[in-house]
């Protein structure tokens, strides 16, 4: 059989399509085999590089296993058929209905997918200001962000369009941030928010930093992928009451339960570990030693628990 030669397309380690995907080594060798998907060409040194069209194709059919599907039912299928089994744009995440911010949403929507970044900055930053922080992290941004994805799965936006909305969304964040007084509540927890290699998305994290900046906390965010061992020294150095992680599907699982109990056993006893995101994971398996965090609105209720005490463990 002869070799696909690498051509002047980007192409992908089979390493750097782990990260990318969720999907093991093993997964994407076997499929090669048994579906003929992913078709890997190889560099100059023989190795497998994966152009970005099959990067991305691998990424969808990672998020279709993660609401249901088998592999053997969609590996092979091209790239519009999968696009086909994703959400319909009509069937988007929104807001709750009389929610005052939907308008905002669909708002959004049309100017990310027009391209207009200036006025979608305008528009999240007048959102922020007339409804207040925590209506609109958790009213607004936290289902847009849900609606982007979805609109990426079903091909309405490209990768370059939720890049551009991310960044809209963390400077926004940011820039509100600053404006709140540093003034740490007496009794509350110093947290640090990070994720582990391999899971790059960080706007969860920094929505669950503007709230609990907001409620007092102190908090100290390390970016996103940081090194196990990394993180525990930091907390350590810091004295972090508490260690929050972002999680979302395109993690691998045995790498999410594997690093859990590895930092879990690094950090100090009375150190805990804060786990959010939509990662399948979070909620289909019992996690030793982790708070598992289903929503943003949540936290203030996480807090309250903590600060009762005999939270230190999950």
């Not at 782990?18 to 040194?45: C, H, I, N």
């Not at 995440?93 to 990310?112: E, F, K, Q, V, Y």
């Not at 508490?242 to 879990?264: C, D, Y």
Request: proline residues 6%; hydrophobic residues 45%.
């Amino acid at each position: 059989m002869t070799e696909r030669v690498l051509d002047t397309v980007p192409h992908s380690s089979i390493a750097a399509v782990e990260r990318a995907t969720g999907l093991s080594k093993d997964t994407l060798r076997v499929w090669e085999r048994r579906y003929g998907f992913p078709q890997p060409e190889r560099d100059t040194a023989g190795d497998r590089a994966y152009p970005s069209d099959q990067v991305e194709r691998l990424r969808v059919i990672r998020r279709l296993m993660d609401a249901g599907h088998r592999p053997g039912g969609i590996v092979a299928l091209d790239m519009s058929a999968l696009q086909a089994l994703a959400v319909p744009p009509e069937a988007q995440t929104l807001p709750a209905r009389g929610n005052s911010h939907t308008s905002d949403l669909l708002a959004c929507l049309d100017l990310i997918q027009t391209h207009d970044a200036p006025a979608l900055r305008q528009l999240l930053s007048q959102a922020a200001a007339r409804s207040g922080l925590v209506s609109f992290v958790t009213q607004l941004v936290a289902p847009l962000t849900t609606a982007v994805g979805e609109a990426w799965m079903n091909g309405r936006f490209q990768v370059f369009e939720e890049h551009i909305y991310t960044e809209c969304v963390s400077r926004v964040l940011r820039q509100a941030m600053s404006g709140i007084p540093v003034a740490v509540a007496s009794g509350m927890p110093r947290v640090l928010l990070t994720s582990f290699p391999g899971e790059p998305h960080a706007l969860g994290l920094l929505m669950a930093e503007t709230l609990l900046t907001l409620e007092g906390c102190q908090c100290l965010s390390l970016g996103p992928q940081t090194p196990i061992a990394d993180i525990a020294k930091a907390a350590a150095a810091h004295r972090a009451d508490i260690v929050a992680l972002s999680f979302t599907p395109v993690f691998a699982a045995r790498a999410l339960t594997s690093g859990l109990s590895e930092l879990r056993a690094l950090l100090s006893p009375a150190t805990v570990i804060w786990a959010g995101g939509s990662h399948p994971s979070l909620t289909q398996r019992a996690l030793s030693g982790v708070k598992v965090i289903q929503s943003l609105e949540s936290l203030p209720q996480h807090l309250s628990l903590w600060q009762q005490g005999n939270y230190s463990r999950g």
